[in-house]
T-cell receptor
Framework: GQNIDQPTEMTATEGAIVQINCTYQ??????LFWYQQHAGEAPTFLSY????GLEEKGRFSSFLSRSKGYSYLLLKELQMKDSASYLC?????????????FGTGTQLKVEL | KAGVTQTPRYLIKTRGQQVTLSCSPI?????VSWYQQTPGQGLQFLFE???????NKGNFPGRFSGRQFSNSRSEMNVSTLELGDSALYLC?????????FGSGTRLTVV
């Protein structure tokens, strides 16, 4: 089966850098996604990794190590609006189709 | 371009009733997948449809079903509703592997 772990909560200061870790165990690995979700809203896409290494996209970067089953999302120059839940999701190709398996999310609180 | 549209946004049903939720994907997207989100379990995969065929199914009871039409619009149905079915139901449309989520349908079972 699939198992995805990420911290439940994190707190950081405006302007700082925060790293949210995600570890996973899965079969049929076919990519890892990070989503941001504000309360009551839909998840919005942040980043995607399928090969090892770092993907940078503005203030957000994501890293993947497939051999270690590990990813992190790095948020730089934190802003108050970054307070949200961050979801790590692994795509598996099983049963003839793809599916996303999500971690329970990391609730990030950005403080002044 | 238009995003993923889910209707209705909110729904209140009584235990034992059945409900149908609708999802219209982004134009050109042929894959639609459904997820249930609850505070305790997070986001859980229900099923995926591609070109009117169910390609994958999550670990939910048979009360949960779905279908996809030739225009890629999808519906999911939950029969004999239980209190535990109260959740946010999200659909995601996909093209080439990226997933865009709709705003969801908030179902409350009383």
């Amino acid at each position: 089966g699939q198992n995805i772990d990420q911290p439940t909560e994190m707190t950081a200061t405006e302007g700082a850098i925060v790293q949210i870790n995600c570890t996973y165990q899965t079969s049929g690995f076919n990519g890892l996604f990070w989503y941001q979700q504000h309360a009551g809203e839909a998840p919005t896409f942040l980043s995607y990794n399928v090969l090892d290494g770092l993907e940078e996209k503005g203030r957000f970067s994501s890293f993947l190590s497939r051999s270690k089953g590990y990813s992190y999302l790095l948020l730089k120059e934190l802003q108050m609006k970054d307070s949200a839940s961050y979801l790590c999701a692994v795509r598996d190709f099983t049963g003839g189709g793809n599916k996303l398996t999500f971690g329970t999310g990391t609730q990030l609180k950005v403080e002044l | 371009k238009a995003g993923v549209t889910q209707t209705p946004r909110y729904l209140i049903k009584t235990r034992g009733q059945q409900v149908t939720l609708s999802c219209s994907p982004i134009s050109g997207h042929r894959s639609v997948s459904w997820y249930q989100q609850t505070p305790g379990q997070g986001l859980q995969f229900l099923f995926e449809y591609f070109s009117e065929t169910q390609r994958n199914k999550g670990n939910f009871p048979g009360r949960f079903s779905g279908r996809q039409f030739s225009n890629s619009r999808s519906e999911m149905n939950v029969s004999t509703l239980e209190l535990g079915d109260s959740a946010l139901y999200l659909c995601a449309s996909s093209l080439d592997g990226g997933y865009t989520f709709g705003s969801g349908t908030r179902l409350t079972v009383v």
